[in-house]
């Protein structure tokens, strides 16, 4: 009748540490709360690290604009710009106006051709368009 038959449990590991769990329930998938801590800190460590890399070439780019704008240049040379620290991959929007790319990190906007930054310009009342936004969405 199966009374002698032996239930046999199949313990399972660790997602972190790979201890065996011995106790809990059977779906248990870490053995304490520190190893749950860092195993989630641990997955999540490459995408903040990925953000923290993005804001700071963001950073790095509205640093050039905004003294190549303060200067009153409104074209460079990609090159010239890239030996500035700029990385050209890196907007916060892009845009097609007619047959050019405009593109734009945070409230400077411009043209970007393979060899070339024009037409360097401050985006006028941001403050105000992001108020009106707001409002908007308040008002729903």
Partial sequence: MGYGKKIVRHLPKCLHCGEQIRYGRADKRYC???????????????????????LSQLF??????????????????????????????VVTSYRR???????????????MTPTRL??????????LNLQAATDKDQLL
């Fill in 32 to 54: 304490c709360d520190d190893c749950r801590n860092s195993h989630h800190n641990a997955q999540t460590k490459a995408s903040r690290g990925f953000r923290r890399k993005v």
């Fill in 60 to 89: 790095a780019n509205y640093d050039v604009l905004d003294r190549l704008f303060k200067a009153g240049i409104a074209s460079v040379d990609v090159f010239d710009a890239v030996n500035m620290g700029f990385v050209p991959g």
């Fill in 97 to 111: 106006t007619g047959c050019h790319d405009e593109f734009a990190c945070f409230d400077i906007k411009y043209r």
């Fill in 118 to 127: 024009s037409h360097i310009s401050k985006i006028e009342n941001v403050s």
